[in-house]
């Protein structure tokens, strides 16, 4: 079946430094692209996402990059703070339907 | 702003209860889904819900039923709960199509 592979599953930078987390997808109909942050305790909350007709998106520190002919897509934090510290999931839409496959998580930990 | 509220935060069941989670959704989402969230394995889905009295497996529906009688209510059952059924349990809600998934806070569920 259809399945979102992320990597890597734990990442610790230091304060200022850039994170990178990639995302590679199954399914070629797949049409939407968010990323969830999760910090401890709380529940998944959308930063940002990419439909297929787009190759960069960027808001401030955050930008998602997909390329759909390799079926990955890459989440890049610049300037990372240590407020960014939390799990993130990428997830890919099953086809164009409201269905999204999440990748296993990546914890990120921003050292001060 | 979209509210999605789950009926406990903490549950502790024995096995072979029947136990019941509620989600409901303030912002007349056609979509709904129960995950279920387990370190190292991402949000697994366990049903969706495109609309009232519609539904669709996910991929982990073993041992679990769902209910959808008014829009905004999106119930998940285990008829006879496990060990295994231990997790956390999130619900969601979206707009129809692929599009931003709202989640509510989880359930932690423990079965002893």
């Known amino acids: 079946g259809e399945n979102v592979e992320q990597h890597p599953s734990t990442l610790s930078v230091q304060e200022g430094d850039s994170a990178v987390i990639k995302c590679t997808y199954s399914d070629s109909a797949s049409n939407y692209f968010p990323w969830y942050k999760q910090e401890l305790g709380k529940r998944p909350q959308l930063i940002i996402d990419?439909?297929?007709?787009?190759g960069e998106k960027k808001d401030q520190r955050i930008a998602v990059t997909l390329n759909k002919t390799a079926k990955h897509f890459s989440l890049h934090i610049t300037e990372t703070q240590p407020e960014d510290s939390a799990v993130y999931f990428c997830?890919?839409?099953?086809?164009?339907?409201?269905?999204?496959?999440f990748g296993q998580g990546t914890t990120l930990q921003v050292k001060p | 702003d979209v509210k999605v509220t789950q009926s406990s935060r903490y549950l502790v069941k024995r096995t072979g209860e029947k136990v019941f989670l509620e989600c409901v959704q303030d912002?007349?989402?056609?979509?709904m889904f129960w995950y279920r969230q387990d370190p190292g394995l991402g949000l697994r889905l366990i049903y969706f819900?495109?609309?009232?009295?519609?539904?669709e497996k996910g991929d982990i529906p073993e041992g679990y039923s769902v209910s959808r009688e008014k829009k905004e209510r999106f119930s998940l059952i285990l008829e006879s709960a496990s060990t295994n059924q231990t997790s956390m349990y999130l619900c969601?809600?979206?707009?129809?199509?692929?599009?931003?998934?709202?989640f509510g806070p989880g359930t932690r569920l423990t079965v002893t």
């Open positions: 912002m007349d989402h056609e979509n």
């Open positions: 819900s495109y609309d009232v009295k519609m539904k």
């Open positions: 990419i439909r297929s007709n787009v």
């Open positions: 969601a809600s979206s707009l129809q199509g692929p599009n931003e998934q709202y």
């Open positions: 997830a890919a839409s099953k086809g164009n339907t409201g269905k999204l496959i």
